[in-house]
């Protein structure tokens, strides 16, 4: 990897990926692209384009403009917003990945692209879920995320493509706000514990699911893609997982720094719904096998940092 191309680089993930990536690599090596400029430190601390992931021929002069050795494929719409658009979500995130394979197999680049434990359903294992096993999704950004890495796998042994994916759970982070997901409210938690002390929330307790600290899960894509191909078995994608938590255990750990911290609950039947089809918690075995996976945050030392980091901006805007 010396020069990146990252589509959707001012989401949650985006936004610091491209920051990680421009550290290593050189602010100049790492072209973040996405639908729209904002002022975020990823649009202004290096090159920034304008690239609608629908538009194969913009994608493309703007990698052959940079002349780009690696695609990563962030742009989609995520489960709770894919399941309000069914069709808008096939087409953004089907399209958009087709697109963005084309391209990586144009410029002979490296290709990495997150899935996601969405990609299971309710006849997979729920516990410890395996690497290869039964996946049967009930929601269309499951279907999206099943087909994406199958179409994966299918550039490599087709065309030769070079692509890696991770199968994320729920990411968690203070810089950019997640983009409506299922798993959205362990992060909506904190930012509600600093300003108003409780939370309502809308998965019901006793919902476990996988989750990570971004962090952990920005240095597990630089490890992946920096792995010696030869070690890869999977490659679309790995089961990659650091904690598993309902939301009562959430709140138990912030109670540790916010002793007053109220959780309410208001059930949205829709995320529930997506939420229980979902794994308990996954397997990593592969991951950690073929290409060293390892974590550092587990759900205490990331509550710690959140509210250390988190703590700062409210106070800003009170005073301000
Ligand atoms: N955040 C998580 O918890 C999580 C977990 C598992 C998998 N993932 C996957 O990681 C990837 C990135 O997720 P994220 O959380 O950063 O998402 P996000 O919603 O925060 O960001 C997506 C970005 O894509 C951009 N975008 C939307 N439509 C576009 C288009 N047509 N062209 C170009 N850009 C467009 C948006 O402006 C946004 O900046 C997605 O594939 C998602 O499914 C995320």
């Known amino acids: ?12 993930i ?14 100049d090596n790492v072209i973040a692209t996405d639908i729209k400029k904002n002022d975020s430190e990823a649009a202004q601390s290096g090159p920034f384009e ?6 194969l021929k913009r994608m493309g002069e703007v990698a052959q403009k940079y002349q780009v050795d690696t695609i990563m494929h962030l742009a989609a719409l995520l489960s709770a917003t894919a399941e309000a658009k069914p069709v808008f979500a096939w087409n953004l995130n089907m399209g958009g990945l087709l697109n963005a394979l084309e391209t990586a197999k144009e410029l002979k680049a490296q290709f990495f692209t997150p899935s996601s434990i969405g990609a299971f359903g309710p006849t997979t294992p729920k516990d410890q879920t395996p690497q290869d096993t039964i996946m049967r999704p009930t929601t269309m950004y499951g279907v999206n995320k099943v087909a994406g890495e199958l ?14 994916g991770l ?18 409210y362990a992060v909506e938690i904190y930012y509600e514990a600093l300003k108003n002390g409780r939370y309502t929330c809308y998965i019901d307790k006793g919902t476990y699911m996988d989750m990570m600290y971004m962090p952990d899960a920005l240095n597990a894509i630089v490890d992946l893609m920096e792995a010696d191909p030869s ?17 009562e255990e959430i709140a138990a750990s912030i109670k540790k720094h916010i002793p007053g911290f109220k ?42 940092d959140m509210i250390e980091k988190l703590k700062p901006k409210f106070q800003m805007k009170i005073s301000s």
């Open 1 to 12: 990897m010396k020069r990146i191309l990252i589509t959707g680089a001012l989401g949650q």
């Open 14 to 27: 985006g936004s610091e990926l491209t920051l990680k990536l421009r550290d290593i690599y050189g602010a």
């Open 50 to 55: 304008v690239v609608d992931v629908t538009d």
């Open 151 to 164: 179409l994966a796998d299918y550039y490599y042994h087709k065309y030769g493509v070079d692509t890696r």
């Open 167 to 184: 199968r994320f759970p729920g990411l968690i982070s203070y810089v950019a706000l997640p983009g409506g997901g299922t798993t959205d």
């Open 231 to 247: 070690k890869l078995i999977h490659r679309n994608s790995f089961n990659v997982t650091a904690m598993s938590f309902d939301p």
């Open 263 to 304: 959780l309410m609950y208001d059930v949205d039947p829709v995320r529930q719904q997506i939420a229980e089809s979902w794994p308990n918690s996954i397997d990593a075995t592969a991951a950690k096998e073929e290409w060293g996976f390892t974590f550092e945050y587990d759900l205490d030392k990331m509550t710690k």
